[in-house]
């Protein structure tokens, strides 16, 4: 059990010390998962005060708080894993945004999430999906900095497509639509699935049908690729080295996909 009076605390005394740490300029609460969890629910009490922002990662829904006093604004990066039906953009709370990654797990495949399932645990995760929300939560953190820093206002809320049932909306690859989505997918590489079921865990991803492409084919493939790469870096969903990652990685084993380069690349260790 979280003793969420701790945190409080800590916040306070960060907030009022300049002995350790110096004058504290500016105070973030971030967390992922279970700690995103914790510094959401944290946010109404007094997160909303005592941090110049929260950024909470893969964390349940929680309702938007409209008339608090002192303010300060919450950005919530989700997956599709973790998409609520009722997190939509609320115009009456401009301190608040919400992101969706259509078609991302809760746990991307990356080099620090590899080697911690082991044991009682799936033994790997690798090769589970190319879809990695990282790199989009790099730029959101960058972008928030800047709103609390410069008073520049991030991206808009992206959420995913409803129909009027309050059910997502897919395309003819059953891949998600709205969000942020990732090229791969708006270039329709494979269906991208959010959430499977690895030894009793729906954590982890999954993809299928990945498209082939012939040599021919690659030039235009690339092309294509790199626009919808820069539409993100240009919207403020991506920074220039995580741009620049995507491309690589897309063009890194012609004539292969982004998500065929994937597969090879955890294949080859």
């Not at 991302?104 to 620090?112: K, M, V």
């Not at 808009?156 to 909306?169: C, D, F, H, M």
């Not at 494979?190 to 990945?210: C, E, M």
Request: charged share 20%; aromatic share 12%.
């Amino acid at each position: 059990m979280v003793d969420l009076n701790i945190i409080r605390q800590f916040a306070i005394e960060l907030r009022e010390s300049e002995g350790f740490f110096g004058k504290v300029q500016h105070l973030l609460s971030l967390g992922f998962s279970d700690s995103g969890q914790t510094i959401h629910s944290i946010y109404k009490p007094f997160g909303h005060k005592f941090f110049d922002l929260t950024i909470a990662g893969t964390a349940p829904f929680i309702e938007p708080v409209n008339g608090l006093r002192n303010q300060n604004p919450i950005m919530v990066l989700n997956t599709e894993a973790d998409f609520n039906a009722r997190a939509v953009a609320n115009p009456n709370f401009p301190a608040y945004r919400y992101y969706t990654l259509s078609c991302c797990p809760h746990i991307p495949d990356t080099r620090l999430t590899r080697p911690i399932f082991t044991g009682p645990f799936p033994p790997s995760i690798a090769g589970t999906t190319p879809m990695n929300w990282s790199p989009f939560a790099r730029a959101l953190f960058e972008a928030g900095d800047k709103w609390v820093r410069r008073g520049k206002q991030p991206p808009q809320s992206a959420t995913l497509k409803l129909n009027s049932r309050g059910e997502i909306v897919r395309d003819d690859m059953q891949n998600a639509l709205g969000g942020i989505r990732h090229p791969a997918v708006q270039l329709r590489e494979a269906q991208f699935i959010a959430s499977v079921d690895r030894n009793g865990w729906r954590l982890f991803g999954d993809y299928r049908n990945p498209r082939q492409i012939t040599d021919s084919e690659f030039p235009e493939y690339l092309r294509s690729f790199r626009r919808e790469t820069y539409e993100l870096f240009e919207a403020g969903y991506l920074t220039a080295d995580g741009r620049d990652h995507l491309i690589g990685k897309a063009q890194s084993r012609p004539p292969n996909t982004f998500t065929l380069s994937y597969r090879g690349l955890v294949v080859l260790g």
